[in-house]
């Protein structure tokens, strides 16, 4: 194969894995904010209603870092990505920060996975090296972040403080 056909080769496979990227991104995106938006619609007046002071000093601690705890959640592993969806209808994120927070927190992984998907044949091929380091950074860093902040019961112990809890 000459120079050209190979440049012209891996430059198709790279668009086409931005392209995929881009459709898993939005598609993931607009799904999450459907959730969202039927867990605002449904769901948030009556568990405004029913909430006691430690659900509501956890959602407006979640309505202030609005951008931020969707971001985390969208990066740290093992969260469920439709509990993160619903659970945010309920609280006051604006929708438009919900689904800037979601796209920007899924498109790494979603790049991840379709580059991985896309290599499966050749786990030593530099795509899917890429993904592979990209999923355990992502990782590492989300597990870094929630020791660091110390989320484990960092709001849980000061929404038990609001209350007049010790």
Same mark, same amino acid.
């Given at each position: ?79 469920? +990505? ?22 920007? %927190?899924?498109?790494p992984r979603a790049f991840? +996975?379709?580059?991985? %998907? ?31 902040s110390g989320s484990a ?14």
């Amino acid at each position: 194969m000459s120079r050209g056909a190979a440049l012209a080769r891996v430059g198709g496979l790279a668009a086409l894995l931005v392209s995929l990227v881009a459709v898993l991104a939005l598609s993931g995106s607009l799904s999450a904010e459907r959730a969202f938006s039927l867990s605002r619609w449904w769901a948030h007046d009556a568990v405004l209603a029913l909430a006691g002071p430690r659900l509501l000093a956890l959602r407006d601690v979640l309505a202030r870092r609005g951008f931020l705890s969707v971001l985390y959640a969208r990066i740290a592993p093992g969260v469920p +990505y439709n509990l993160v969806n619903y659970a945010a209808g309920l609280t006051a994120i604006p929708l438009r920060t919900f689904a800037a927070a979601t796209a920007l %927190g899924a498109s790494p992984r979603a790049f991840a +996975y379709t580059a991985l %998907g896309g290599s499966l044949d050749d786990l030593g091929s530099p795509e899917a090296i890429v993904a592979i380091c990209l999923l355990v950074a992502m990782a590492i860093g989300g597990l870094v972040w929630l020791r660091a902040s110390g989320s484990a019961g960092g709001w849980s112990s000061r929404a038990g403080r609001s209350a007049g809890r010790p």
